[in-house]
């Protein structure tokens, strides 16, 4: 088993800038990929970001490359999502999410096998 916990979501105006942590504990090996998804009102989970659990490789979705940075510190099994030159259209419940032995490359949500409780972040136009 595997628990996460997210936090660090808010109320941003457009332009702005959050910080998402996910704090993970439990069954964590080398092969374990970890990745952000969001999810709003009235749509379908969708992925925002992946990366190994080496931290060396990660994966963007297109609406947030070049805006958002996903990165892990290793010694807190802690993983990040830096949100700058945030939208409206970026608003949701943002969850973390772990899989064994998935490449970094999936974006599917039903390929993930351990999810946080969600956090919420509301960008203001």
């Known amino acids: 088993q595997v628990q996460l916990v997210e936090s660090g979501g808010g109320l941003v105006q457009a332009g702005g800038s959050l910080r998402l942590s996910c704090a993970a504990s439990g069954r964590l090996f080398i092969f374990t990929i970890m990745a952000w998804f969001r999810q709003a009102p009235g749509k379908e989970r969708e992925f925002v970001a992946a990366?190994?659990?080496?931290?060396?490789?990660?994966n963007y979705a297109d609406s947030v490359k070049g805006r958002f940075t996903i990165s892990r510190d290793s010694a807190k099994n802690t993983m990040y999502l830096q949100m700058n030159s945030l939208k409206p259209e970026d608003t949701a419940v943002y969850y973390c999410?772990?899989?064994?032995?998935?490449?970094?490359?999936?974006?599917?949500?039903?390929?993930?096998?351990?999810w946080g409780q969600g956090t919420q972040v509301t960008v203001s136009s």
């Open positions: 990366i190994t659990w080496s931290g060396d490789i990660t």
């Open positions: 999410a772990v899989a064994y032995g998935i490449g970094v490359q999936e974006q599917r949500a039903a390929r993930y096998d351990f």
